[in-house]
DNA sequence: GTCTATACTAGGATAGAC
DNA sequence: GTCTATCCTAGTATAGAC
């Protein structure tokens, strides 16, 4: 007899974002509701991602956060890859998107040198503050399975070759040392980014603290006057 | 029912380095191929936990990296817990002895910046080059359970702190940039030195170059002379 | 010391009720 | 859309032979 006798509550609630005001009559029989729930469970496996790793990241613990049971995120979702896989790629997305349209914001004229300031700074604001699901990304890239990572892998190359482009042409430009070994210190530069979510808190400092030590580093690049 | 008794072990597993007794006399006996392979399952620990972070580290891809088989880690190890605990805690002391014995090696009035500049070249040393364990346990720091952290946090916070004296008194001495905030200028710098192992392979550049671009972005944080 | 066989459990996934 | 029940594989750990 399988009986119940225990009745979990899975009530737990540590949820503090309550945005969206859900408490609607029916919130819409269409689309709407599910777009919704969708969206947290994105939400929930971005964080439960960037806090136990890809292979730490179990359905229970991403349904609780989410505040669903388990089994119904396949309703929306083939399978628990395809889940984190949709994460990954919102994560590696919106980072590039949000820098390359800063970029893009830029005067014509805009010296190398600035332009790689600004694409620091937008990094950075990306990781630290504006997408948890590109922390999640940048976290896993590195263990993410075989087939998971090709069709990422190329978004990645393409925003790699963005900064290694800035970054060339502001050598030759004369803008930056000469002595330095570029993809170097682009990658350095970017790991320093991509690193901070893993110390950085409120509490540390202000974000512009970060960026403004981010962009002390970045001009020891360059050549000296 | 069937219910055995509950039987649980309880080994509290603060394995610390059981004696080295390194007995010399014939490989064979006793001792000696123990060490050698207890010294690969460490060593192949630590490249899976690189490679797959904490959650997905297996017994079964250890013992294969190892070559035996997975029971036989019982004979070293309690747990897969107390395997990873040594790795990650061996990690961070090599990195914290190496450095800390570079700076030791510093003539008397070394400038602070100097010392600094020391303690880059040397931690990017260990971490590309000279300690697998040490980028394992950097690698998952992050995630490991709660109850490990513990004790490898305080070891963490030891060198954290190291580096930090490092920089405030180089600050204070008027070495480093007034304007910028010294906690995220080293954690910054730290991070772009631990994230290194991530894109790092002999085929991108000479380590020598990682090296030179990471001094050339500490110089950055110098005060304009 | 290291193996084979096996007990046990967690967690991904499916079926089908509501 | 979301749940409960359940299947099934993979992975930790133990027993005990060699």
Chains 1, 2 share one sequence.
Not at 89 to 94: E, K, L, T
Not at 128 to 154: C, H, K, V, W, Y
Request: proline residues 3%; charged residues 25%; negative net charge.
């Amino acid at each position: 007899m399988s009986a119940p006798g225990e009745q979990r509550k899975r009530r737990t609630t540590s949820y503090s974002r309550a945005g969206a005001d859900s408490s609607r009559k029916h919130v819409d029989s269409d689309g709407t509701k599910g777009q919704q729930t969708r969206e947290r469970l994105l939400k929930a496996t971005a964080v439960i991602l960037t806090e136990k790793g890809y292979s730490g990241t179990r359905l229970g613990d991403i349904a609780k956060r989410a505040e669903l049971q388990a089994p119904a995120i396949y309703y929306y979702y083939d399978s628990r890859e395809a889940l984190i896989e949709e994460v990954v790629r919102r994560g590696q997305q919106s980072a590039q998107e949000h820098v390359e349209n800063a970029l893009a914001q830029l005067p014509e004229g805009t010296p190398l040198l600035e332009r790689i300031r600004c694409a620091v700074e937008e990094h950075l604001r990306v990781v630290l503050d504006l997408s948890e699901f590109t922390t999640a990304a940048i976290r896993n890239m590195g263990q993410l399975p075989e087939g998971m990572r090709q069709q990422i892998r190329s978004d990645h190359k393409n925003y790699g070759a963005l900064w290694q482009r800035l970054f060339e042409e502001a050598q030759a430009n004369g803008e930056i040392r000469a002595d330095v070994d570029v993809t170097a210190a682009r990658l350095l530069i970017i790991g320093a980014l991509n690193w901070s979510p893993e110390w950085w808190t409120p509490r540390v400092c202000d974000i512009d603290d970060v960026v403004a030590a981010a962009l002390a580093l970045t001009s020891g690049l360059v050549t000296d006057q």
